[in-house]
C-alpha cells in the first residue's frame, strides 16, 4: 500500500486533536498503519521547540524568530519522520502542517505570502500533504471551546503564545484557511466543524475514504523535488 500524508488544520478549537485521533482509529481499523503527530514538534527536536516557540512567557519573542522557529521544526520533522513512514507504506495523520505558516505568520501576522512558500519549500523539500483536512470554525466559537465562553470575548491572555494573541488575529487566521482551500480545492477540504464530533467525522472519513480510493491512481505518497 502507497503511504500517505494527510494534514489536519483548522484555527484554535476547532477540533484538529479530538478528530486526528478519530481518525487515527478508524484507519487502523481498515488495516493501514498510521502514526498521529504535529507541528510544531513530532520528533525529539520539534517538541523541544514547540515548547519554546509556544511558551507565552517568551513575549519578546520576534515574529521572524517564531517563523524560523516553526520552520526548523517543520524540516526535522519531514526528514526524520514524515518521509521516512511515508516511504515504508504508512499513513501519516499530522496536526498542522506547511497551510499554518500561511495562515498563522502571513494572514495572522502579516508576514509576505510568497515569502512564507518559500520558507515553506525549504523546509519541507517540496513535500507536501496528499490531502489537506480543514476544519472550518469561526474563530470566537474555536476559542470559546478551547478556552470557555469568557476568554473569548476579550484578549484571551491565558493559553499558548499563539492562543492568546486576539479575536482579529484568529479571524485573519480563518479567513486565510478559506482562501487557501480556494486556491488548492482538490489538496485542501473544507469540512464544517460546527457540527457535533460525530458529524465532523463522518465528514472526515469520507474524505479520507476517497483519498485511499485514488489508490494506485495518479501520485501517491509524498513527492520531492530536492
Ligand atoms: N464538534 C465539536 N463540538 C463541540 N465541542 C467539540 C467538538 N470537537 C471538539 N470539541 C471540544 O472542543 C475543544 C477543542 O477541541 P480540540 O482540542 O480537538 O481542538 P484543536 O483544534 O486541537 O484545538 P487546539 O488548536 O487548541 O489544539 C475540546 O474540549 C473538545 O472536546
Ligand atoms: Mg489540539
Not at 489536519?8 to 493501514?32: A, D, F, H, M
Not at 516553526?70 to 499513513?91: D, F, N, T, W, Y
Not at 477540504?189 to 476517497?210: K, N, P, W
Request: one cysteine or more; glycine letters at 12%; a neutral charge.
Amino acid at each position: 500500500m502507497k503511504g500517505k500524508f494527510i494534514s489536519i488544520e483548522g484555527p484554535e478549537g476547532c477540533g484538529k486533536s479530538t478528530q486526528s485521533e478519530i481518525l487515527v482509529k478508524y484507519l487502523k481499523e481498515k488495516g493501514r498503519e498510521v502514526i498521529l503527530t504535529r507541528e510544531p514538534g513530532g520528533t525529539r527536536v520539534g517538541e523541544q521547540i514547540r515548547s519554546l516557540v509556544l511558551d507565552a512567557k517568551y513575549e519578546e519573542m520576534e515574529p521572524l524568530t517564531e517563523l524560523l522557529l516553526m520552520a526548523a521544526s517543520r524540516a526535522q520533522h519531514v526528514l526524520e519522520k514524515i518521509m521516512p513512514a511515508v516511504a515504508q507504506g504508512k499513513v501519516i495523520v499530522c496536526s498542522r502542517f506547511t497551510d499554518a505558516t500561511i495562515t498563522y505568520q502571513g494572514y495572522g501576522r502579516g508576514f509576505n505570502r510568497d515569502l512564507l512558500k518559500t520558507m515553506n519549500s525549504i523546509a519541507t523539500g517540496g513535500v507536501m500533504p496528499d490531502l489537506t483536512l480543514l476544519i472550518d470554525i469561526d474563530a470566537r466559537t474555536g476559542l470559546r471551546r478551547a478556552f470557555g465562553v469568557e476568554k473569548a470575548e476579550a484578549k484571551s491572555g491565558e493559553g499558548d503564545r499563539l492562543e492568546s494573541e486576539d479575536i482579529g488575529f484568529h479571524e485573519r487566521v480563518r479567513y486565510g484557511y478559506l482562501e487557501l482551500a480556494k486556491a488548492e480545492p482538490e489538496r485542501i477540504r473544507v469540512i464544517d466543524g460546527s457540527g457535533t464530533i460525530e458529524q465532523v467525522s463522518a465528514a472526515i472519513r469520507r474524505e479520507v475514504d476517497a483519498l485511499l480510493a485514488r489508490e494506485g491512481a495518479g501520485r501517491g505518497g509524498v513527492t520531492q523535488w530536492r
